[in-house]
């Protein structure tokens, strides 16, 4: 019912990044594209709650209220998630962004900014599995491009492990664990989380963390920042609460 109400107000399709191929067959993303509804009051007063900003779930809390389509929020890719973030932030408060670089004003225009889409060619069986060798090891490994319920549980045990140790929190190697599906063939999670602690060198990690960024299907955050030398450089959009409240910035 709340879903049909949501459908009286003005919406737009959003198409996604992933173009919905690494989703189940039966889950509503699979078709690629979502409708989402203008911003409210309501989405306003999201923006504001003081817990919500507090705890970090602001704008989870935002985007599911705007998504009008019968989706399960936690199957969302992070890259997927990245597009309804900027689609949200255009069909709320317009696409002109202005933020400070460096302590000079910038403006951009987000309707220009273009998704990375999914390589299909890489895509088997319509599985969210992708394979890489390591180049130093040689070891075979399979992985997946994680979900908003991955980043969730992830956060989680992140800060489990800082209460027990303040000053090492695994960050970087507790992702690769949630991201790898399987060493060699071997699909034990078990085993998993040992290669991670005792045999992944670091020079694989960051291979396979330059391979995840290349073919994982999202919206390019970056600008082009030339600086008083004339040198340009790419350059990562900040999103902070400017992002949603453009009277706020600079």
């Known amino acids: 019912m709340e879903k049909e109400q949501q459908l009286q107000f003005p919406h737009e399709e959003v198409t996604l990044p992933s173009k919905g191929l690494l989703y189940p067959e039966d889950s509503p993303l699979r078709s690629g594209k979502i409708l989402m509804k203008y911003m409210t009051a309501k989405e306003e007063d999201i923006l504001t709650n003081q817990n919500f900003i507090t705890n970090g779930t602001v704008i989870d809390k935002l985007l599911k209220s705007l998504i009008v389509s019968n989706i399960d929020y936690n ?80 956060d989680r045990e992140i800060k489990g492990l800082k209460k027990l140790n303040k000053n090492f929190a695994n960050e970087l190697s507790t992702r690769m664990k949630y991201m790898i599906l399987s060493v060699n ?11 991670v602690d005792t045999n992944f060198l670091a020079r694989d990690a960051r291979e396979l963390r330059k391979y995840v960024n290349k073919i994982q299907p999202s919206v390019d955050l970056t600008f082009d920042y030339t600086d008083t030398m004339g040198n340009t450089e790419k350059v990562d959009v900040p999103i902070g609460i400017d992002f949603f409240w453009p009277d706020a910035s600079v």
């Not at 900027?86 to 408060?93: F, K, N, Q, S, T």
Request: hydrophobic fraction near 35%; proline fraction near 1%.
């Open 75 to 154: 199957e969302l890719l992070i890259g997927d998630k990245n597009a309804i973030m900027v689609a949200a932030r255009i069909l709320g408060y317009g696409s002109d962004y202005q933020f400070k670089y460096r302590g000079e004003i910038t403006n951009i225009d987000l309707s220009k900014m273009e998704d990375k889409l999914i390589d299909e060619s890489l895509v088997v069986d319509g599985k969210n599995e992708f394979e890489f060798t390591l180049p130093t090891s040689k070891v075979k490994i399979t992985f997946k491009l994680l979900t908003h319920k991955d980043e969730r549980d992830m």
């Open 185 to 195: 063939g071997d699909y034990d999670k078990k085993a998993i989380r040992e290669f």
